[in-house]
């Protein structure tokens, strides 16, 4: 089906980047379950731009032999260059004030350029390297949930069809584009198809060394636990840009033939891929920077709340954009949570996932080695972290999906892959698959 309205590719900046902390929105952890949320959009940021010099500067006379407005430039330039030297040093004294402070916060280190647990051409990977993707299709049967993961010491795509909570036998996808060790990997369901069909998405890297992102088709007949590999191609080839080798995938499907699979080219910018019937792969410019090797998490209930979650470039804090598919995004992103204490990098894990009625727009996240899972819920005016007990420790992989009252967020924990459900309200403690 036709993608029939593209949104536009030209993101402008945020001219004006907010400070780190001043003016935004508050962010209260508390340590008992998800309660109330609402269906809110982000409260816009302040407009910073400086209001414009609308006054005339008055008849040109002579100071000391020279035309005033000689004078007044050379004036302004003299304080403009102080006052930004004076931003760098103040800048840099307020590092120093933050890292001496007698607080439980602990301040980032540095990050480096390059990211360690990127995809790369030859194997083992490491536990933290390990990729999980879900998709799901629900209905008035319950739930279809298919989770994609990759072993540690070789390249295949392995995957478990998990019906009404029942995980059948682990099975090999049939891939005839070798996955590059380590991807990410992002799937989407076409919710309600008959026979059951799921598009998985990861990187492969070519004999020249360029990173490519992959679309496999699988389609699954009844109750069968296999499934049959219909296309897998290349689908990031029609780009301007090359494909950023530390990238991680996202994908969103917002109804009938409208999906989104989010990724960073090579300049850092998000970019999302989607699928028209006449050009086939078509890529969008969607947030104008981020870090490179950031988590995406991306999650919406319909084409006017696509909310975007990922790690600022500048700031190293954990932002969301929130945009209409198709009227286009705009420049404007709001910090969720800027907090020392929770050490943004882009290693996190992240998982957006949307649920009916209470708290519908959920971003979890968790650091790797074995770090703790945390949500964020949005009320009328600012973003709110929770934590449950009853949620394990990420060694590697993190996925999650939403249905009616339900949520389940797999992952893998002592090597063996798991999941945490939340049925109504209560959350379970990490069941092994």
């Avoid at 109330?36 to 609308?54: A, M």
């Avoid at 005033?68 to 040093?89: D, E, N, Q, W």
């Avoid at 080798?245 to 409208?258: C, F, I, M, N, Q």
């Avoid at 939403?402 to 002592?414: E, H, I, K, M, P």
């Amino acid at each position: 089906m036709r993608d029939d309205e593209r949104y536009p590719t030209v993101v402008e900046p945020d001219a004006y980047p907010k400070p780190a902390y001043p003016d935004t929105p508050e962010v209260i952890a508390s340590s008992g379950p998800d309660i109330q949320g609402h269906d809110k959009l982000s409260v816009p940021e302040k407009d910073t731009h400086p209001p414009s010099d609308e006054s005339g500067l008055p008849e040109v006379k002579r100071v000391c032999g020279s035309r005033r407005k000689r004078i007044i430039i050379l004036v302004t330039l003299v304080i403009v260059t102080g006052a930004i030297l004076g931003g760098v040093l103040g800048g840099l004294a307020a590092i120093g004030r933050l890292g001496n402070k007698k607080t439980s916060f602990e301040v980032p280190s540095p990050i480096p350029s390059s990211i360690t647990n990127s995809p790369q051409k030859s194997g083992p990977i490491s536990k933290t390297q390990r990729g999980v993707a879900a998709s799901i299709s629900s209905g008035v049967e319950g739930s279809d949930v298919q989770i994609f993961y990759q072993a540690l010491n070789a390249t295949a795509i392995s995957y478990r069809r998990i019906v009404n909570d029942e995980a059948k036998a682990e099975q090999k996808a049939s891939l005839s584009i070798e996955p590059a060790w380590g991807t990410p990997m992002a799937a989407a369901a076409i919710n309600g198809s008959d026979p059951l069909r799921t598009q998985l998405f990861y990187l492969s890297i070519d004999s020249d060394n360029r990173t490519s992102i992959v679309e496999a088709m699988f389609e699954c007949q009844g109750d069968s636990e296999s499934f049959s590999t219909v296309s897998n191609t290349v689908i990031s080839g029609s780009v301007d840009r090359l494909v950023h080798p530390e990238t991680k995938l996202s994908a969103l499907r917002l109804g009938d033939g409208l999906l989104r699979v989010f990724y960073q080219q090579t300049d850092s910018s998000i970019h999302a891929l989607g699928w028209d019937d006449k050009s086939g792969w078509y890529g969008n410019r969607v947030r104008q920077s981020a870090h490179p090797g950031t988590a995406i998490a991306v999650v919406a209930a319909e084409r006017k709340t696509v909310h975007l979650f990922y790690v600022g470039l500048t700031s190293m804090t954990l932002r969301v954009s929130i945009y209409d598919d198709q009227l286009g995004p705009k420049g404007v992103s709001v910090e969720v949570d800027g907090t020392p204490s929770s050490d943004w990098r882009p290693t996190n894990s992240l998982t957006g996932i949307h649920v009916a009625g209470d708290e519908p727009f959920r971003c979890y996240w968790s650091q790797p080695n074995n770090g703790d899972i945390y949500a964020y819920w949005r009320d009328d005016s600012r973003w709110i972290g929770t934590h449950d007990d009853c949620w394990g420790r990420v060694e590697g992989g993190f996925a999650g999906v939403g249905w009616s009252d339900q949520v389940r967020l797999y992952y893998f924990q002592d090597s063996e892959l798991v999941v945490s459900a939340q049925d109504d309200k209560t959350w379970q403690k990490p069941a092994v698959l």
